[in-house]
C-alpha cells in the first residue's frame, strides 16, 4: 500500500534561513508525490509535484523539492523562509490502482513556524 | 478560470440529522474527490468522481455517500450524523489527462460542527 510519513509534526526556522521538511514514501510501483500548503482556515494550495524526470522539482513561492529514490525521500526546500511561510505543509502520494480512479494519501503534516 | 468553489462553507448540525454539502469544479475539470480533515486524522480519502461514477472509495462507512452530475458538479451526504464527523470536508478537482498523475486543486471547504 501507498503511505507516506512526515518525521516532524514541526519546524522552526527564523526568517532568511534556509528551510527543509521531511518526507518519506512508501510505494508499489511508480511513484507521484506532492507537496500542498494549507494556511488558517483554508483549503490544500499545490506547490509542486514529481512525476517523473529531474530529481530536483521546482515549485510555487520559491519552493523547490528533491526526489532521492534509494533514500525513497522527497523532502521539501527553500534557500531563504519568510515570516508568510509559515503555515501546515502536507506531503502527499498518489495511489493509481489501475481500475481507472485514484486516491491521494497525505502525510500528517508538518507545521512550519518562521520567527522574524 | 474559476476556482473549486464549496458550498455552504460552514455548517452546525445536531446528531441524527443529515447533510449535503455540494462542489463546483474547476470547468474542464472532470474528476472531483472528497476529504475529510481532523485533527486526530489528518487528511482521509473519502471517494473520487469521474463521469457520474464513484470509481474509489476510502474506508468510511455507508453513512457517507456522494454523486456527481453530469455538469461534473458533485455533492457529498452524510446521514444520521455522529459527533465524530465534525470536520474540514474538502473537495478537490483534475482534469485528468495525464492518467491519474494531474495535480488536484482544492477548494476551501466546508466545516461541519456536528453539536
Known amino acids: 500500500a501507498q503511505s507516506v510519513a512526515q518525521p516532524e509534526d514541526q519546524v522552526n526556522v527564523a526568517e532568511g534561513n534556509p528551510l527543509t521538511v521531511k518526507c518519506t514514501y512508501s510505494?508499489?510501483?511508480?511513484?507521484?508525490l506532492f507537496w500542498y500548503v494549507q494556511y488558517p482556515n483554508r483549503g490544500l494550495q499545490f506547490l509542486l509535484k514529481?512525476?517523473?524526470?529531474?530529481?530536483l522539482v521546482k515549485g510555487s513561492y520559491g519552493f523547490e523539492a528533491e526526489f532521492n529514490k534509494s533514500q525513497t525521500s522527497f523532502h521539501l526546500k527553500k534557500p531563504s523562509a519568510l515570516v508568510s511561510d509559515s503555515a501546515l505543509y502536507f506531503c502527499?502520494?498518489?495511489?493509481?490502482?489501475?481500475?481507472?480512479?485514484?486516491?491521494?494519501?497525505f502525510g500528517a503534516g508538518t507545521r512550519l513556524f518562521v520567527k522574524a | 478560470k474559476a476556482g473549486v468553489t464549496q458550498t455552504p462553507r460552514y455548517l452546525i448540525k445536531t446528531r441524527g440529522q443529515q447533510v449535503t454539502l455540494s462542489c463546483s469544479p474547476i470547468?474542464?475539470?472532470?474528476?472531483v474527490s472528497w476529504y475529510q480533515q481532523t485533527p486526530g486524522q489528518g487528511l482521509q480519502f473519502l471517494f473520487e468522481?469521474?463521469?457520474?461514477?464513484?470509481?474509489n472509495k476510502g474506508n468510511f462507512p455507508g453513512r457517507f455517500s456522494g454523486r456527481q452530475f453530469s455538469n461534473s458538479r458533485s455533492e457529498m451526504n452524510v446521514s444520521t450524523l455522529e459527533l465524530g464527523d465534525s470536520a474540514l470536508y474538502l473537495c478537490?478537482?483534475?482534469?485528468?489527462f495525464g492518467g491519474g498523475t494531474d495535480t488536484q486543486y482544492f477548494g476551501p471547504g466546508t466545516r461541519l460542527t456536528v453539536l
Open positions: 470547468s474542464g475539470h472532470r474528476s
Open positions: 514529481y512525476i517523473t524526470g529531474d530529481n
Open positions: 478537490a478537482s483534475s482534469d485528468l
Open positions: 502527499a502520494v498518489r495511489d493509481i490502482p489501475g481500475d481507472g480512479g485514484f486516491k491521494t494519501i
Open positions: 468522481y469521474f463521469s457520474e461514477t464513484q470509481r
Open positions: 510505494v508499489s510501483g511508480n511513484p507521484y
